[in-house]
């Protein structure tokens, strides 16, 4: 794939979500870009979390099917598949997100077209070369290393890890539960950057009609009546970057990704067109709350007193931005949806996370709890010595073949039966690498006898439906020999080694 010697970004005005609209916004955004699908033409959402609680985390339905129909009629019969695919948030069945989304029903309304579950498809291995990456492969599904015409749909959001999820960080829809958490951790911003090695989209076109402010799976929504469309990742989030006033080489996955060769990201390098000049957006966007917040000063104020000391290789950051300390704020948030009550309900606790070698300040009954495989501390507790020694692995010992896929199940029982363990003990140590955002919410609707989103009555059909559906289709992958696939002609296809800008695409 060839990274456009001069990308363009178009900057368009869609105050609604007018399906006919959007479609001919982005019709006319792929006549600027000068681009026609063909082939197996792949189209990834963000679909991380949908439903009555979650409005504004996903792309909606309407902007995709203004999307899917543009894309149909600008292709006709090049196109000789047209799908959609994508992993949504870790735990719940992607089928319940599409479902909850809209988006089933909007893919049935129109013909012929497919619909790819990543965690259900089989796993292809993508060798990754360049020097500065995390691991020497990472697994994607199969869908997105065979598509010949790749289209990112992301929503226009704030998050609490990365500053910011517009391209690039939709790409951690892009793998399966299992390799999604190897390295989501203080690395995470890395793993971002190594994913843009799979698979480059030849378009995208972001959802910011309603925009997200201040969180990823519950953000407050913010009407910006945007549409931005745009031919290469990295100079696409730049502009976004810029119409919230943030510095993109500040976000870290977009600096990285530029520094490895997919583009730059200054704003005189990229040629931004539309009927929406940047300035005119910028005053939109003014004051558009992004997402990162420390989890000490995120729990200020409530009955959760948190203290986060460095994860290990220190050298490259003080703080595990893209793992535990973040995955407890989403969580509680999560719990805050299903119930009002949850602060009120809360017993005052202490959290600890990274090596913290501080003081914790814990009155008699209020439980510690030590979280992530990296945490250490030593010190007094009701008047007991307490240790806590670091478990971490190395990522080099991690292997991506021989990682296990641990279900919301087997992850309830386990956080349940350690914090029943711990009853009568001052302390108890939650493990994991990362520790992820379902075992958070599980622990604290644990100790806070909160309502649990999971076994919600209203949602425990379709969740269990849908969760048989998934298991059964990896199960028969397994027993016909697809689990996973080893580097091959997809991956060729797909692996999108940046080619230095030689020519416009
Ligand atoms: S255990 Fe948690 S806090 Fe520690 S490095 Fe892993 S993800 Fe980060």
């Not at 082939?39 to 099917?65: C, D, I, Q, S, Y």
């Not at 977009?254 to 997919?262: A, K, N, P």
């Amino acid at each position: 794939m060839k990274i456009p010697k001069r990308p363009t970004v178009i900057i368009r005005s869609c105050p609604t979500y007018d399906t006919a609209v959007i479609e001919q916004i982005i019709r006319e955004g792929l006549e600027t870009l000068d681009l026609t699908p063909s082939g197996r033409t792949l189209v990834k959402p963000n679909l991380v979390a949908a439903g009555e609680f979650f409005p504004h985390a996903h792309t909606r339905p309407e902007f995709g099917e203004g999307v899917l129909r543009a894309l149909k009629a600008r292709g006709g019969d090049a196109i000789t598949e047209l799908a959609v695919g994508e992993r949504c948030g870790i735990t719940i069945p992607t089928r319940m997100a599409f479902r909850d989304s809209g988006f089933s029903k909007m893919i049935e309304s129109l013909d012929g077209i497919e619909t790819y579950y990543f965690e259900e498809s089989s796993q292809v291995e993508i060798p990754l070369t360049h020097p500065e990456r995390l691991r020497d492969y990472v697994f994607t599904p199969e869908p997105v290393a065979r598509a010949d015409f790749f289209v990112n749909m992301p929503k226009f959001k704030a998050h609490p890890w990365t500053t910011v999820t517009f391209s690039m960080k939709n790409y951690i829809g892009i793998q399966d539960d299992r390799h999604r958490l190897i390295d989501h951790d203080h690395r995470l911003n890395e793993k971002i950057a190594d994913l843009q090695f799979i698979i480059q989209p030849q378009f995208i076109a972001i959802d910011a009609i309603t925009a997200g402010e201040g969180r990823m799976l519950t953000p407050t929504p913010r009407d910006l009546g945007l549409i931005i469309m745009g031919n290469s990742q990295v100079a696409f989030d730049a502009v976004c970057c810029n119409i919230i006033g943030v510095d993109p080489l500040s976000v870290d996955h977009i600096r990285l990704t530029s520094e490895y060769g997919f583009g730059s990201t200054n704003i005189e390098d990229i040629e931004i067109v539309g009927d929406v000049t940047l300035a005119e957006a910028q005053e939109r966007a003014q004051g558009f709350e992004v997402g990162l917040i420390r989890v000490e000063e995120y729990f200020e104020g409530s009955k959760i007193t948190a203290y986060a000391g460095p994860p290990p290789d220190e050298e490259h950051s003080n703080y595990c931005w893209g793992g535990c300390p973040g995955a407890i704020e989403e969580g509680i948030e999560i719990l805050r949806q299903y119930d009002h009550e949850t602060d009120e309900k809360m017993p005052k606790m202490h959290v600890v996370f990274g090596n913290y070698q501080g003081n914790i300040d814990a009155a008699p009954g209020e439980k510690v709890i030590f979280i992530g495989d990296c945490c250490q501390w030593e010190g007094e507790l009701g008047g007991e010595l307490v240790q806590i020694k670091s478990t971490y692995t190395h990522r080099a010992a991690k292997d991506p073949h021989k990682v296990k896929h641990e279900d919301i199940y087997s992850k309830m029982l386990k956080t349940n039966t350690k914090l029943a363990r711990a009853k009568k003990s001052t302390h108890v140590r939650l493990e994991g690498c990362p520790v992820s955002v379902a075992e958070h919410a599980l622990a604290l609707v644990n100790l806070g006898k909160l309502k649990n989103p999971y076994l919600d009555p209203t949602q425990a059909i379709a969740f269990n439906k849908s969760y048989l559906s998934w298991r059964g289709r990896t199960t028969l992958n397994r027993l016909m020999g697809k689990k996973y696939q080893q580097h091959g002609s997809y991956a060729d296809r797909g692996k999108a080694q940046p080619v230095l800008p030689d020519s416009d695409e």
